[in-house]
């Protein structure tokens, strides 16, 4: 087992997800959409030259309207995506909390998803049933003194990216550093969540020197 090089706990708040998108469409899907803008203005361009030489001919209409319909798709599209999965995210109701630890031949993620804004009450099973846990009561000293005996709804996930069999790329952009994984994932780690400039510097060092920078 190789040892750990460096450990980062961050979290994310909703800009910061947002921004990631954001980046993560203009890098990978960006240049297709400009590709697909040429083409369909290309097609308006030929639809109206059609209206303008023979007005009664429906064609024209029936082109350079798709071609407009598409075109306006084509870019409001990633718009509606973001904001669906925007709303999705806050609907969800979970707070989560990433570990990223760096090792010579991979990359851990651990995902702790707890659920939030949840009002939590600590209850106690006794003989008269189910009641709740009264603050400096004896069954709240011995709960304090245990507390494994109190229920944790945390979750935890764990993903590890081998070095040697996945595409990582990383990139410094704004407040954020953006770890691209086979062109289909990404992880915003927030420069806030390091300690220091130093902290920054050894993080980024060690994409560098794999060569994934």
Known sequence: MSEKLQEIIFDNSPEEIEEAYKEFHNRYTLRRKLIYTVIYLIVVVLAADLVIKNPTNPAGYIAGGLGLGILVFNWVKPVLIRRK?????????????????????????????????????????????????????????????????????????????????????????????????????IHAIPKRCFSGEKEILDFKAYFEEKGLM
């Open 85 to 185: 999965m925007m709303q999705g995210l806050r609907e969800l109701g979970t707070d989560e909390t990433y570990h990223i630890r760096l090792y010579e031949d991979r990359i851990e993620i651990e995902t702790e998803i707890r659920p939030a804004d949840a009002e939590t009450e600590i209850v106690a099973v006794t003989a008269q049933g189910v009641i709740p846990v009264e603050e400096g009561s004896d069954a709240a000293k011995e709960l304090a003194e245990h507390p494994e005996l109190v229920k944790d709804d945390t979750q935890i996930e764990k993903t590890v990216y081998r070095l040697a069999e996945t595409e990582i790329l990383l990139c410094d952009h704004k407040e954020l550093l953006l770890m691209f994984v086979n062109r289909s994932y």
